[in-house]
């Protein structure tokens, strides 16, 4: 199944992922819907986050990424209004201006290109914004 999450500083080098703080742990919210993640980011925006990008990934794969990462991961159901907390935490694992790791050449050319349904998939979230 796809879920949607969001992505700060997608397909860059110094890419990091929202979480909320619960308790003690990181939860990755995994959206079911893109309308309803897209709405998030957007509150997240008016809460003077950077912008979001909301990326479709397989359920299987970010809940293996959440796991190998020590973060907890939560499905948020279609029409489910998350509403993010009042406050933030006020200091982040990831540094939005940090400069990015170097990377082997063959991972750069793999970075590079884009995946026909990747292409797809732009295209459809930039026909929606006109």
Sequence with gaps: MVVYV?????????????TLKVDDHDVVLMFENED?????GLMLEAQDFPEATVEAIDQAEIEEFCQDAGYDCKLVPEGALAVPPDRSVEAT?????????????????AANTLSQQELDRLRQQFEKLL
């Design 93 to 109: 694992d990831w540094n939005p201006d940090a400069p990015p790791e170097p990377q082997p050449t063959a991972e750069k050319e």
């Design 6 to 18: 969001l992505l700060f500083n997608a397909r860059t080098e110094n890419e990091g992922i929202h």
């Design 36 to 40: 309803d993640a897209t709405r998030f």
